[in-house]
């Protein structure tokens, strides 16, 4: 248990580390107020049109940086700070979340594999670690019956489902700051500076997914050494 639970003091500061950095980042640019004066639903609403996609809306959620896009209600759901300021953060995110968007609208396949999993997701991440650890120790307790292990293995599955999920959102999250800023280059929403600080901003935001996408790999390669590395 002591590897266990260095991995998991890692993988926290790790996510610590990058996360103040992201909160830093964002803080920073939010300092820097845009030349159009569009505000964070402006932008989005206009890169929405500019795509045709007329059947979404742009609501405000409460919060700092719970931004996000829901494809089952069609919602672009921004910041409080997001949906009503006027600056270089505020630009980029709404952007990237309208990039959700026409992933949506455009069948983009990464997008439509994690919302297939995103119910699987749900149950694993409530239960798998419950099911892993109580399998260890209903094997132990149970010596040479299976059952103990067969629960663990179970569990370990399910955390293989989350761990691919972590993985397919790389690209989901990837190629939708890109659609961003792309969109804000090619129509001119932004001066140079605030374009540099958009893409500096959406770069450490997609980090955190790589941080979590590392962290549960690992954590999939720990457990599963644990439960099938003790076999004969």
């Not at 059947?55 to 700070?81: A, C, F, M, R, W």
């Not at 990039?99 to 594999?113: I, R, T």
């Not at 019956?145 to 972590?166: C, D, R």
């Not at 500076?193 to 790589?210: F, M, N, P, S, V």
Request: glycine content about 8%.
């Amino acid at each position: 248990m002591i590897g266990f639970y260095i991995i998991i003091g890692l993988i926290s500061l790790v996510s610590w580390l990058v996360s103040q950095k992201l909160k830093n980042k964002f803080k920073y640019y939010s300092e820097i107020q845009l030349e159009n004066g569009l505000s964070g639903r402006e932008i989005a609403q206009k890169m929405l049109n500019d795509n045709g996609i007329y059947d979404v809306e742009i609501i405000s959620t409460p919060g700092q940086l719970t931004d996000h896009y829901n494809p089952q209600n069609k919602t672009v759901n921004l910041s409080e700070s997001v949906y009503s300021q006027r600056n270089a953060a505020s630009a980029c995110v709404a952007a990237h979340e309208v990039g959700h968007a026409v992933q949506h609208a455009q069948a983009y396949q990464w997008l439509q594999l994690r919302s297939s999993l995103v119910p699987a997701v749900n149950i694993s991440s409530k239960f798998s670690q419950w099911l892993v650890i109580g399998g260890l120790i209903l094997g132990a307790a149970s010596g040479e019956s299976g059952i103990g292990f067969t629960i663990a293995v179970i569990g370990l599955a399910m955390m293989a489902v989350a761990t691919l999920f972590s993985f397919i959102t790389l690209p989901v999250e990837y190629d939708a700051s890109n659609r961003a800023l792309a969109w804000l280059k090619t129509n001119n929403m932004l001066t140079n500076r605030e374009q540099d600080g958009a893409k500096d901003a959406l770069k450490w935001a997609a980090r955190t997914y790589l941080v979590a996408a590392i962290g549960s790999l690992a954590m999939l390669l720990y457990w599963g050494i644990s439960i099938l590395g003790g076999r004969d």
